[in-house]
């Protein structure tokens, strides 16, 4: 009979972990439980942990999309929705766009043999690596005095796709080359297209790197807040700047604000979590057994 010893671990190490722990989900649970107080809750003086949680702040931020009135709400302010909406085409968008071309360009330089491939590949990455502050103010310039396109929702998806093509294009590089080149070659026997070749057999087959460069894609473009707020107006303001924007010296509604911060993490986890399931997906469908 055998008998299983565990070693036993450093008191620290427990410590340490229910450190990271609260750090992570410490937040996120202030801003909740701000999200569901009044303002007069807030800012009382006394902590109080027993409170009457109410969804006003919540039915503030989405009055443009409630089928009724709430009763206290004098003036539905349609800031948040509008924002809502414009982050949601925004990023949506851009991430299908970025999507389509990168997997076209990492294609191109994974299978065809040009002059200076290797160069391009190279210097996609690096571009990848400039910071958006440093892309602010010649982008602010060209898309203001040149294009006019700034304060536009076009203007704004065009800079997302730029700036996340480098790196769309780079993960699906290493996707692309583990693909079988006799799987493209025994389609084009079979009288494939190039078109066919790539949309039928190697788009199915990198599922996951898409997925997972549709995951980070999103991401960028939501949270997103510099290059936003210098591009975007009153008409095309995304979540972050107007959370930003609400920030005023004289009046602050925390509990608005924290409602908003709230809502504004759901889409990336609903998208995240679609997008994992393809990756999923595509890794066991991929899988062969022994």
Do not use: H
Request: glycine letters at 6%; charged letters at 10%; hydrophobic letters at 55%.
């Amino acid at each position: 009979m055998s008998t299983k010893t565990y070693d036993r671990q450093n008191p620290a190490f427990y410590a340490l972990l229910i450190t990271l722990v609260v750090m992570a989900i410490g937040p996120i649970y202030l801003m909740l439980v701000t999200s569901l107080k009044l303002n007069v809750d807030i800012m009382s003086d006394s902590t109080n942990i027993l409170f009457m949680p109410t969804l006003r702040n919540y039915e503030t931020a989405l009055c443009d999309f409630l089928w009724y009135k709430p009763e206290y709400l004098r003036r539905c302010d349609p800031t948040f929705g509008r924002a809502l909406t414009n982050s949601l085409i925004i990023g949506l968008i851009s991430t299908a766009i970025t999507l389509i071309i990168g997997t076209m360009a990492a294609y191109a330089l994974v299978r065809f043999r040009f002059m200076g491939r290797d160069v391009v590949s190279i210097w996609t990455l690096m571009m990848r690596m400039v910071p958006p502050a440093v892309l602010l103010v010649p982008v602010f310039g060209i898309w203001t005095f040149q294009f006019g396109i700034d304060g536009s929702r076009g203007g704004i998806i065009l800079v997302y796709v730029a700036l996340n093509l480098p790196f769309v294009i780079w993960i699906l590089q290493s996707f692309i080359v583990q693909v079988p080149i006799q799987l493209e070659e025994a389609a084009r026997m079979d009288g494939a297209g190039p078109f066919q070749v790539f949309f039928l057999v190697v788009l199915p087959l990198i599922k996951p790197g898409i997925a997972a460069a549709s995951i980070f894609t999103f991401r960028v473009a939501w949270n997103e807040f510099l290059l936003a707020n210098a591009l975007a107006d009153r008409n095309s303001r995304t979540v972050p700047v107007t959370i930003v924007n609400s920030l005023t010296e004289f009046n602050i509604d925390w509990g608005v604000i924290m409602a908003t911060g709230m809502l504004l993490a759901i889409p990336p986890i609903i998208f995240t979590f679609i997008a994992s399931r393809q990756i999923i997906t595509g890794m066991t469908a991929g899988a062969v057994k022994g």
